[in-house]
């Protein structure tokens, strides 16, 4: 193995120097801020799991429909069952922050549109951001295109307007929202109002009705919700990439290569196979479940339910939406403190996005070095680029301008199908999926759609350059 | 830098795809592998890790060996001999 350079230590730990000296001397200021640092350090958590795995969920299908590698998608499903079975606890003990997302086929539509995008950019949006602390280029450009494209796309009206169905303009405007929102001018704002929220929420466990909490969350939400429907995908894999080739080097190396027995140690050499990915999605697990129980405990220890009631306790009453409220998921999530960034940019820069949902009703648009979820996210890029000093594979990458492109191209997408899905694949997929949310199916089957149809087109492409290759090389 | 794939010994391939993230470096590698002949060798260059573990995932999956990997400065050179399983 490759010895580590002097160089890269002092960064990793110059990095962790500065988040330990931002949380220690912010607490000097106020002990609110203790709200910060936990959004901070379980960032910091998320970042060297993702790197250490490379965990990326655009990975997980395309990969599987590009090259036929199931080990992310396993990943996945194991971090999700094991989100599950931590925050069914917390549920069942009421500590949960979590609120079910409207379901319907906006999600699956969302989901296909989020699913084209990732495959597009090279990452999903949680592996955009630790790959930016690889020192990426591209990931952050990425990154830059979901954050623009959302904080431009929750407050186009005009023309736009045109293109919402009367029947949500006018549920939009029943609603009854403040006229400072003005909720029948923009199209997020009729689609919001008028259409998704006017569909059903629910979980399974809402579904299966236990009285007993603790059957409802376990039995519920994790085994009917998680637990079944992951062992189904992994078999599906299994059945379709996996047991072919596996049962062929059976019959090479003169082992077994039929029976029952032989097809479940296949299926579970499979989930076995990459050791990395699966610690990782160990860790992932448990520092979400963890992170909801943090983040509600610190919210009854501070009598708020909101980190916007905090904010003027720490002097800044700047960018607080009108329910006095600001984005504060109280668990793992990536794209509303992107698009929030931007928003305060664009807000600084004379642009009025204050009237609409998105920014002026629930999430607002605080400065970013109060924004609770920012501090995840930047702490997710610093675990990983401390993941990556250590292990030497930190390296500056400016993007080429092909890459350029796709980079612009699928974070457009990606930042579209964020909105129009209430999330990406960690807000609107893994969390939603492992708190037993109808929807978070619903957005996961559409970003597979997504993932495959872009695995098509880049399977075109590349065969084209690949092609000019070969004919230049006499093969 | 854009894609290289050229022959560079009988038998002998390289494919460069350095500067590439992910899904480009696999799907090459798979592309390249598709179109060498068995018992050939394919040293591929590139510089995205986790490029490397699904590269890595997929020769184990379908049975290329690979029996070369280095590493500097964050650029990876592994060579991998073509595999074909009946």
Same mark, same amino acid.
């Given at each position: 193995m490759e010895e580590v350079p002097k160089k890269n230590r002092m960064w990793a730990f110059i990095i962790i120097g500065f988040f330990s000296l931002v949380s220690i001397f912010t607490f000097t200021l106020s002990e609110y801020y203790i709200y910060l640092s936990a959004y901070l350090w379980f960032g910091f958590v998320y970042g060297v799991c993702l790197q250490y795995g490379r965990f990326c969920f655009s990975s997980a299908f395309r990969d599987l429909f590009?090259? !036929?590698?199931p080990r992310m998608a396993v990943g996945i499903m194991i971090a999700m069952i094991l989100f599950g079975f931590v925050s069914a606890f917390v549920t069942a003990t009421g500590m949960s922050t979590f609120h079910a997302a409207p379901y319907g086929i906006h999600a699956v539509i969302a989901g296909f549109i989020f699913g084209i995008g990732m495959v597009l950019t090279g990452g999903c949006a949680s592996g955009s951001l630790y790959k930016s602390g690889e020192g990426n280029g591209v990931a952050m450009l990425v990154i830059l295109s979901i954050s623009v494209t959302q904080a431009i796309f929750v407050d186009i009206g005009g023309w736009f307007n045109n293109l919402a169905p009367q029947s949500w303009h006018d549920s939009a405007a029943a609603k009854g929202l403040p006229l400072a929102i003005n909720a029948t001018d923009g199209w997020m704002d009729m689609y919001l109002a008028g259409y998704v929220w006017n569909q059903p929420t629910t979980t399974y466990a809402e579904v299966l009705k236990f009285t007993n909490p603790f059957l409802s969350a376990y039995i519920s939400n994790v085994l009917v919700g998680i637990v079944a429907p992951a062992a189904l995908v992994l078999l599906w894999v299994y059945l379709v990439w996996v047991r072919r080739s596996y049962l062929k080097k059976q019959a090479r190396d003169g082992k077994p290569s039929n029976g029952f027995l032989v097809e479940l140690q296949g299926y579970w050499g499979m989930i076995a196979a990459s050791k990395r990915t699966a610690i990782a999605g160990l860790g992932l697990g448990i520092a979400a479940g963890l992170h909801m129980f943090v983040m509600k405990g610190l919210q009854i220890k501070f009598g708020v339910q909101n980190f916007g009631e905090l904010m003027p306790k720490i002097g800044s009453t700047f &960018? /607080?939406?009108?329910? &006095?409220?600001?984005?504060?998921?109280g668990y793992w999530y990536v794209t509303t403190q992107e698009a929030q960034w931007v928003g305060w940019v664009f807000n600084k820069l &004379?642009?009025? #996005?204050?009237? #609409? /949902?998105?920014? !002026?009703? #629930?999430n607002g648009i605080p400065n970013p070095l109060l924004n609770p979820a920012d501090w995840m996210s930047v702490a997710l890029i610093g675990g990983a680029a401390v993941m990556a000093l250590l292990h030497n594979e930190f390296k500056w990458k400016a993007p080429t301008r092909e890459l350029a492109m796709w980079a612009i191209i699928g974070g457009a997408l990606m930042g579209i199908g964020s909105r129009l899905g209430l999330g990406c694949n960690v807000g609107a997929f893994f969390v939603r999926v492992s708190q037993g949310d109808l929807s978070g199916w619903m957005f996961g089957v559409g970003m597979i759609a997504g993932a495959y149809l872009g695995v098509k087109f880049f399977n075109w492409y590349t065969e084209r350059k690949m092609a000019k290759e070969v004919a230049m090389c006499e093969l | 830098m854009a894609m290289k794939f050229e022959k560079t010994a009988n038998g002998a391939f390289l494919l460069d795809v350095t500067g590439y993230v992910c899904p480009h470096p696999q799907l090459y590698t798979k592309k390249a592998l598709e179109k060498i002949g068995e018992g050939d060798t394919l040293e591929v260059v590139f510089d995205n890790p986790s490029s490397g573990e699904s590269i890595a995932a997929m020769c184990d999956t379908v049975g290329h060996e690979i029996f070369e990997r280095s590493t500097e400065g964050g650029k990876y050179k592994w060579k991998i001999k073509k595999v074909v399983l009946v």
């Open positions: 590009a090259v !036929g590698v &960018g /607080i939406s009108i329910k &006095g409220t600001v984005f504060d998921p &004379g642009w009025e #996005n204050m009237d #609409n /949902i998105y920014f !002026g009703l #629930n | -």
